[in-house]
């Protein structure tokens, strides 16, 4: 089957749209709806629902959707107010296939966008996510792809044209996780913050050090992308957008508990020159879980090396706090946003036992599976770029030759359709 070509990406313009709900169109429509799949669309608790129609209601009609739609507790998730009916009712004909992960595995590669490759996955069976996501506007990844998601957008991941955009396919990915997830299961998920200004999209961290330093003399017109600041509905040019907060609180209203909004404290990151405000030296790492108490095991963080994720002895304390001081990758193989094998390391250390299944939806250069399979757990890695799975598997070949695991992987899967291909 041929591969498909990278896909010509615009401008980015956070033109906030103008929309509403056309409720004329749905009233008195006939289908019915599980409260299940209702409560992460709108925002609110099954519990909640319950206690707006009745305690034993196991299905809600339309008209009841739209009761729903009217409530102060409503807030959008990962589908805008006016399309959420659009959405239930495209999804009562869903359907998902699944593949097995064999025991005597150790890891599988995908080489596919994250929303379609998810529904090859077996449920129940992934104890931790960990990974880092394309940030908002600010790169240009390598073999980005097309993806159509539930808000009506179709882009590539990271390339919205609002940051409301990247909010909602971030808490749609993490909605399309949940039924692969063990019920002790932890989401660790690595994400920056983008503030709002008219700026080149570059395509790594090494173009912009250059331009910091003015080493890349290349003006606005000699770069092929741009992000504009200008016809939000309430961000102004300069402002910080706020994306992991906002990304938390839209997780718990899918049903996810946030245990913790991790400050990842970066003793060696990019300078930036800035004279309106403080320069940025973190990340931030949303510990999620689908319930009140994940696997979750302290004693790792003293137990192993600080290369691995361990205590880091020059700045952090004995106690595992939600800061944490860890040195940002080298990039040296290619990827200019990988993190380091440390984070996903103590992310998985904590929260997983022997042999346990790791998922990285975004695996790029491969670290989180060097991670997971020198802890002895199990990984599977997802990723759009075919160069970086070379790396990542490159990586892995490397470790079979120094760990005593008893390593298998599968072929590659073919290539889906492009109509919903994540970048």
């Known amino acids: 089957?041929?591969?498909?070509?990278?896909?010509?990406?615009?401008?980015?313009?956070?033109?906030?749209?103008?929309?509403?709900?056309?409720?004329?169109?749905?009233?008195?429509r006939p289908e019915t709806f599980p409260v299940e799949d209702v409560a992460p669309v709108v925002g609110m608790a099954e519990s909640f629902i319950r206690r707006i129609?009745?305690?034993?209601?196991?299905?809600?009609?339309?008209?009841?959707?739209?009761?729903?739609?009217?409530?102060?507790?409503?807030?959008?998730?990962?589908?805008?107010?006016?399309?959420?009916?659009?959405?239930?009712?495209?999804?009562?004909?869903?359907?998902?296939?699944?593949?097995?992960?064999p025991e005597d595995q150790k890891w599988r590669l995908i080489h596919d966008d994250f929303l379609q490759a998810v529904g090859t996955l077996p449920n129940a069976s992934v104890q931790c996510v960990v990974t880092s996501t394309p940030y908002w506007g600010m790169r240009i990844y390598k073999d980005a792809r097309l993806v159509r998601w539930a808000d009506g957008e179709e882009c590539a991941f990271g390339h919205e044209q609002t940051p409301e955009g990247f909010i909602r396919h971030t808490v749609e990915?993490?909605?399309?996780?949940?039924?692969?997830?063990?019920?002790?299961?932890?989401v660790w998920w690595n994400l920056m913050d983008t503030y709002m200004t008219r700026t080149q999209i570059r395509g790594n961290a090494y173009e912009a050090l250059q331009a910091m330093d003015g080493r890349n003399r290349m003006k606005w017109g000699d770069h092929e992308h741009h992000r504009y600041s200008a016809g939000h509905s309430y961000i102004k040019d300069g402002e910080q957008c706020g994306i992991p907060a906002l990304v938390a609180e839209r997780a718990s209203r899918i049903g996810y508990y946030t245990k913790s909004i991790i400050t990842w404290a970066k003793i060696n990151s990019l300078p930036e020159p800035q004279n309106s405000r403080v320069s940025r030296n973190l990340e931030y790492v949303l510990h999620l879980?689908?319930?009140?108490?994940?696997?979750?095991?302290?004693?790792?963080?003293?137990?192993?090396?600080?290369?691995?994720?361990?205590?880091?002895?020059?700045?952090?304390?004995?106690?595992?706090?939600?800061?944490?001081?860890?040195?940002?990758?080298?990039?040296?193989?290619?990827?200019?946003?990988?993190?380091?094998?440390?984070?996903?390391?103590?992310?998985?250390?904590?929260?997983?036992?022997?042999?346990?299944?790791?998922?990285?939806?975004?695996?790029?250069?491969?670290?989180?599976?060097?991670?997971?399979?020198?802890?002895?757990?199990?990984?599977?890695?997802?990723?759009?770029?075919?160069?970086?799975?070379?790396?990542?598997?490159?990586?892995?070949?490397?470790?079979?030759?120094?760990?005593?695991?008893?390593?298998?992987?599968?072929?590659?899967?073919?290539?889906?359709?492009?109509?919903?291909?994540?970048?």
């Open 53 to 101: 129609f009745g305690n034993k209601r196991r299905k809600l009609t339309v008209d009841e959707v739209l009761e729903l739609l009217d409530q102060d507790a409503f807030s959008e998730t990962f589908v805008p107010r006016s399309r959420v009916l659009d959405y239930l009712l495209s999804e009562l004909d869903a359907s998902l296939r699944a593949t097995e992960f």
């Open 173 to 186: 990915i993490l909605h399309r996780l949940r039924p692969v997830l063990t019920e002790s299961a932890s």
């Open 1 to 28: 089957m041929p591969q498909p070509t990278t896909p010509e990406l615009p401008n980015i313009y956070p033109r906030t749209a103008i929309a509403k709900l056309d409720r004329d169109s749905y009233q008195g």
């Open 289 to 423: 879980s689908t319930q009140r108490a994940p696997t979750f095991d302290k004693g790792a963080y003293r137990r192993l090396g600080a290369n691995l994720g361990g205590r880091n002895m020059l700045y952090e304390g004995d106690k595992l706090s939600d800061v944490w001081v860890i040195p940002v990758s080298s990039g040296g193989d290619g990827h200019g946003a990988q993190f380091p094998v440390a984070l996903p390391g103590r992310c998985i250390a904590i929260s997983t036992n022997a042999n346990d299944v790791v998922l990285d939806p975004f695996i790029g250069s491969g670290n989180t599976a060097v991670a997971a399979l020198t802890l002895g757990r199990r990984v599977i890695g997802v990723d759009v770029s075919q160069q970086y799975l070379g790396v990542a598997e490159a990586k892995i070949r490397e470790l079979e030759q120094r760990l005593p695991i008893d390593f298998s992987v599968t072929a590659p899967q073919e290539e889906p359709q492009a109509d919903r291909k994540c970048g």
